[in-house]
């Protein structure tokens, strides 16, 4: 009944908002419980009750196609497709604070093709590889310090094309 039990929290705080910044151990323990049952709106209540508290972090989910769609389906999923005449890459958002998107679009695919992330002083952190023309990758940042980085779209073990992206924290 996990319902009932957030009812009761929520009485609580209906009473004293300030009791979200002072919560004890057993209503922290009950909006865990209610949010690893998976119950819907009610579980994420609790979540955001956890995230007001500072007891939890969350980062929504990013959902993308996939990958082996056949591209009749995933240009309906994305809408219409604008077909490019050069090599494209866009990165978003700028700055990022959890994760940042590489989106590229290349004429063909080569030998060594790659999305290259480097430090500002040149140090090589990430290589990913590119297995097809049009696409875009997740790239998460939790490991990286705040900063500006280097994402060059490589081909042929070339540098096509450049952006900069900053994270902060």
Known sequence: MPFVNLIDILKKVSIDTSIVMHMDSTDIQTLISITTSGQGQVSAFARNLLLAAGKTTYTE?????ESGLRSSKRDKYRGVKTH???NV???YPNPAKTHFIVEYHLLDIGKKCCIEINDIMGKTLKIIPITIAEDQKIIPVNTMSQGV???TL???GKSIQQAKVT???
Do not use: A, M, T
């Open 84 to 86: 490019f005449k050069e």
């Open 89 to 91: 890459l866009k990165v």
């Open 154 to 156: 490589k081909n042929y």
């Open 149 to 151: 980085y280097v994402v």
């Open 61 to 65: 989910p990013i959902f993308l196609p």
């Open 167 to 169: 994270l902060i924290r």
